[in-house]
């Protein structure tokens, strides 16, 4: 048993129903009693999508548990298969119905159904959403595929390269991916630049016939290994369909892709290539302004600047080398919640000397940033407000998505462009964090008082406020919010003079915290019981920065 | 009177048509449907529960999936540290590797070092807790005997096997009835029974108050430590239609039921007030004279969305249980015609009131079988369609205007000073249907 107050991933079921949702003609048979359905507002609410899941549901109840649930599996497939008429039908169970065994896919094997019926045993007691889209789409792909496999010895014909563009599978993009509508969009354009044609893309947007024509490209794209790369891995052993591993997230990891791809299509992309190289951006056509942009002087500020990056593991691993190597940050921590790629991510956190959180508990995970005190946090959802508690400046990388990462714009993580999406985003709330710290500095200043009339227009307003109107700020319940996530244990020996407690108000909000524990715990360390303006400042010495 | 929609009227479906008699002699056409259920379940109360009740932290049993469907529900992570979690089970707790009980005991130690302010737990059974029959009132009276009296803690279910949606929140004061304590059986005293925004409650005190009813006390109360008294001399007002078990519990602590229409829109609320000044033995002048004003105001506020809704065809799906008496509001003050209204489960006791304004040509529908609900739906194409937030952007998707209805159970709608708000919240999609050009 594990106490959760917000879980990064849904159960594996869910994970079935991105596939169906996906794709086309694809059905989704789901034995699960009522409440289940909340699964829909997903696609409808947060993705918008303007036609409901294709799931039926079977919804049973208390009283249905005496009796025949298996029959009411049957009911619903064959209602499901009169009313819909889909070419390829999933069946499968939730949580509670796993616990009644009624194995709802062989039940529906055994009804004979013209279409291919693909059983999901999803466990939903040990498994999770992107487990349970990855073993929906290889077993989906295997049943469609497995009547066209090569007998055993033989080996699937290379298809015929004469006289037509390389070309090329994109696998693994899903409904209620973190951003996946438009990386799909961004490479196929990055692809049919250096003359690749992109064959089938799977399972979004794909119909069971796109899925008969996977052996016929020359190569697979594994864009999100956390879906897709059982089923390429399968394609590769079955159909000998090479994969093309590298996830194109980041300028140095698009242009590694591009070799990548140059290799195994046997193609030149040095063209492409050329034309985005750093400096390169104000003159040419390129689209890639990261380089430049990173190397622009106003970015010096962001030097060092300490991030923390928690997510999917194919977003974190991209993220923790875009912080270090794009954008000259210090990576302080990393983590994942995808407990199946914790080795890579654990390697990744070893090759920059920190410490992997491999973990899908939020308070693990909020406990790590407080401690770590960073400067930005890449995280998902729950770590922007881990961070907004913490006054840390965040930004979103990855899935669980919210409605917010659905932006009507054309906004992809992946390519060229991505990288400028990425650079835009992580560095907009570190620079609206500047702002706040400004707003904070002059909020003393009379112009800043409330009742003060904008300096922009006539000061014809009689209350406009000397300084002696500015209230108390609230810099305070801000310190003291950050004091109690942070520090509640904090031994509370050492008292602050006035004048220190003043000059901490001086320090920006986002560090302030930080600073108070350094300087409290230095104070600790060396005996000190009353904190002065040279305590501060001895401390900030002391650790640095 | 008996009017029954012919099955081409509506739509067709294999339903199986029945009637309820409403009053003397008059019944209603009703469509029982099994089937697919586009229905949230009980653990979804939570969600208004513990903002009511700030002293009380809610504790599911369950699944990855109860985890899942609560933070979803909630709208997605607004709050960084809820006063809600689960306690998921592992492959660990159902192959018997680990005691459950051992396990539930240390989630919840866990759990209340953490949260020192919890002064009530509720163990919330889920579907997987009732299918492996882990027993919660064992639990909660185990853990009882550590915790109290610092925490009090307490158990119900709100499994989707035995509970739609607002049920859980029936379940949940269900389990708070034992422990109300006597009320003085000298001095007679109101419940008003049911979650409402406290801003709702200062403003029924105040009516109550000027009308000469009371005292009056209000369940769920805002801690759920301070419960109120309950005792012979006890009347009840429902305030909310899905809290059947309750009322029930209530009745067998001696309390007496009133039955009256529920608080929303001017007559509804007028209606409600006057059946518990009448057991006060005070007169209809009384009530006329304190509540002229407050009408007023609400038929002014109402008025101003009414020639939006006014003959504007209403269609439901079942939800919260609160369809009946919105239909019979959105009829009676704001002239919409109804078409079908749908109720997860009709319980007359409950509806008895409602019903019998209901006017003859309404299609009722119980439970659900969704596919062949949506034909309908298609099929007479409403001017207004209340539904879950699964349906509502598919349906804005075929052209139908959709009022999303999780927002009746989140927002202040009863009473008279919100009735005008209710009509906003039906009239809003119709605006700004009429506002975008694009």
Known sequence: MQLTLWTYEGPPHVGAMRIATSMEGVHYVLHAPQGDTYADLLFTMIERRDRRPPVTYTTFQARDLGGDTAELVKQSVRDAYER???????????????????????????????????????????????????????????????????????????????????????????????????DVREVTRLLTDCGVDVHVCAPLGATVADLRRLPDADFNVVLYPEVAETTARWLQKSFGTPMVRTVPIGVLATREFLEEVGKIADIDVAPVLRRERAGEAQASASRSLLPWYSRSVDSTYLTGKRVFVFGDATHVLAAARIAKDEL???????????????????????????????????????????????????GTQMERHIAKRLGVPCAVISAPIHVQDVPARHSPQMGFEGANVIFDTWVHPLMMGLEEHLLHMFKDDFEFADGATPSHLHATSKHAAPASAVGRTDEESEGSDTRDVVVAASPATAVWLPPAEAELRKIPFFVRGKARRNTERYAVDHGITQITVDTLYDAKAHYGR | MTVALTPDQIGGGCAVPATIAVGRGSALPVIRERGQREVFCGLTGIVWLHRKMQDAFFLVVGSRTCAHLVQSAAGVMIFAEPRFATAILGERDLAGLADANEELDRCVTQLLDRRPDIATLFLVGSCPSEVIKLDLQRASERLNEQFMPRVQILNYSGSGIETTFTQGEDACLRALVPHMPAADPAAPNLLVVGTLADVVEDQLTRLFDQLGVGPVHYFPPRRARDLPPIGPNTSILLAQPFLSETARALVARGATLLSAPYPLGANGTTAWLREAARAWGIGDDVVDRVTAAPIERARASIARYRSQLEGKRLFMFPDSQLEIPLARFLHEECGMELLEVGTPYLDKLMMEAELVRMPATVQLSEGQDVERQLDRCRAVRPDLTVCGLGLANPLEAEGLRTKWSIELVFSPIHGYEQAGDLAELFARPLDRAQRLMV
């Open chain 1, 328 to 378: 000259g940050f210090t990576v302080v921590g990393i983590g994942t919640y995808s407990r199946e790629y914790a080795r890579p991510i654990r390697e990744a956190a070893a090759a920059m000397g920190v410490e992997a959180l491999i973990s899908d508990d939020y308070l693990e995970v909020e406990q790590r940033v407080a401690e770590l005190a960073p400067e930005l946090v890449l």
């Open chain 1, 84 to 182: 819909f008429k889909p070419d390829a039908l999933l069946v499968g169970e939730s949580c509670t119905a796993e616990l009644i065994q009624d194995q709802p896919g062989a039940l529906a094997q055994s009804m004979n159904l013209p279409i291919p019926v693909v059983p999901l045993e999803l466990p939903s007691y040990s498994k999770k959403e992107n487990w349970g889209a990855s073993e929906t789409f290889y077993h989906l792909v295997r049943t469609i595929l497995l009547p066209m496999m090569p007998a055993a010895g033989a080996s699937w014909p290379r298809p015929d390269r004469t006289g037509r563009r390389p070309r090329a599978n994109l696998l693994g993009a899903t409904a209620l991916g973190f951003r996946n509508r438009d």
